[in-house]
């Protein structure tokens, strides 16, 4: 009698192991970026005159090195021995944290190691938005503000400040995708506490816009 319910509880046991926990990060591997190319690209005034949404996206993988240099022209640094970023923030705070949605999962753009940093080892792309073509697009950027970087901001403030400081960054992706020829698009239209809980975002981490990104569908 003990044999008899004790395999079935071993077989229950490995088929739980195997089907009923979630897929962790450990199981991802950190991307390490390769450093900016500052030799390519198109004129300001020709990516200005080009630079416009796109809505349609060619699953087509992006490359590291394109992956790299679209990061680095979002919030990268660009002034090593102060900081400085690419976007400009309110005071400073450099409250904006970009999350990368890909079909391998999601990580976290750690701006001064240039690296990914595995999040979530799960596809999440169409979560991202509540349009239907996030989930095509091969690269979802997430602008989450950090008000725990805020301490400067009063709480009446910090919306706005969060909300432009976004906007900043989007704008810059936006210029780097018209120089390169990518495709893509700022979106506001998301299920922000869904999206926050898959996530794993603390209460005073906010989820401000997100962008899709990717080559243009023919």
């Known amino acids: 009698m003990k044999i008899r319910i004790f395999l079935p ?3 229950l046991g490995m088929l739980i192991c195997v089907w009923g926990y979630p897929a962790s990060s450990d199981e991802l591997k950190r991307i390490r970026l390769m450093p900016m190319q500052l030799d390519t ?13 796109t809505r349609a996206f060619n699953p087509k993988k992006l490359p590291n090195r394109v992956l790299s240099n679209l990061l680095w022209a979002a919030n990268g640094i660009n002034r090593p021995g102060s900081g400085g970023r690419t976007a400009p923030s309110a005071m400073n705070q450099q409250e904006i944290d970009i999350y990368v949605a890909t079909a391998e ?3 976290l753009y750690d701006v001064r190691t240039r690296q990914l940093i595995p999040v979530l080892n799960e596809d999440i792309r169409g979560r991202t938005g509540q349009q239907t073509y996030v989930g095509e697009a091969p ?3 997430i602008y989450v503000a950090d008000y725990a970087k805020m301490a400067r901001t009063s709480a009446e403030d910090r919306d706005l400040y969060a909300a432009a400081d976004a906007g900043f960054v989007s704008q810059n992706v936006y210029l780097y995708c018209a120089s390169e020829g990518l495709a893509t698009v700022v979106r506001g239209s998301i299920d922000r506490n869904a999206l926050s809980r898959v996530m794993g975002l603390r209460p005073d981490q906010k989820i401000i816009l997100a962008q ?4 243009p569908r023919k």
Do not use: D, F
């Open 9 to 11: 509880a071993v077989i």
């Open 105 to 107: 999962g999601l990580y």
């Open 139 to 141: 690269v979802n950027l």
């Open 212 to 215: 899709s990104v990717g080559y």
């Open 41 to 53: 690209g198109r004129p300001l005034m020709h990516v200005l005159k080009e630079r416009k949404s």
